[in-house]
């Protein structure tokens, strides 16, 4: 246990810039002294004790703002910057070296019993206000962004973001993640599609209109030859001659 607290106590000078010195650090750091209030209450927890470890975890959420189940295990070297509002669900595993920011929360679902919480490996970084959620696992060197919400496991190396949490970076090398604001939209392409086409009719019908309005009418007698390949004919006689659209129609033309 003294070494986990002396590598709590370290690791905050390597991880946090506002660290100036050894005083500050032990008196000012409300994650330090959760983790310390937190790794008696633990040890307590699995003597099986009733009652006290869960006294001391609900202690030191009132001096720290920050609640750890006491049933929580949490590797050497692990920093809470800031803390306030972090939760770390029962059934969590911290893994050594983590980062944790203020308003992080190991959780569960609400839909799981017994393992419920999150596992995280080593040196993981869970950004300000993120939620990992569920049993699930998040691998070595992963950074979740601020505000995340992550519900599925995380290979090893990635950076997660997002609502739900989506892989932005495997091992350095950018992904795309899913872009939903631009994913095709199968129909309202359909409906574009339809419109253009009656745009287009419509043109042709108005050029065919303006044509018609501009020819002569033509007396052509009932029975007389005529070529019937002229489509702008056919339309021009459906329109000026009841008899000659009669005998086109029944020449099936
Ligand atoms: C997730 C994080 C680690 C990524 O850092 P990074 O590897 O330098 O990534 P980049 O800054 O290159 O960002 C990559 C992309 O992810 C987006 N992104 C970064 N962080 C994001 C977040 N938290 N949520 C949503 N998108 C995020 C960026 O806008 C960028 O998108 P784009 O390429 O489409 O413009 C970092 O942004 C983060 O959230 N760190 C947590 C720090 C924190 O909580 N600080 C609190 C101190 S009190
Ligand atoms: C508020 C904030 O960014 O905290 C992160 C770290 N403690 C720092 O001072 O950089």
New binding site residues.
Partial sequence: MLNALVADFRIIFDRDPAARNWLEVLFCYPGLQALFLHRFAHWLFLLGLPVIPRLISHIARFLTGIEIHPGAQIGHGVFI??GMGVVIGETAIVGDYALI??GVTLGGTGKESGKRHPTLGENV?V????KVLGNIHIGNNV??????VVLRDVPSDC????IPGRI??RSGV?VNPLEHGSLPDSEAEVIRALVDRIDFLEQKFEELQNKQQSQQPVAIPVGATIGVDDCDLKYFCRINDKKIQEFLDGAGI
């Fill in positions: 910057d800031h920011y203020q970084v950004g300000a206000g993120a950074r979740i962004g601020a505000g995340s950076t997660v973001v997002g932005i970076y950018r």
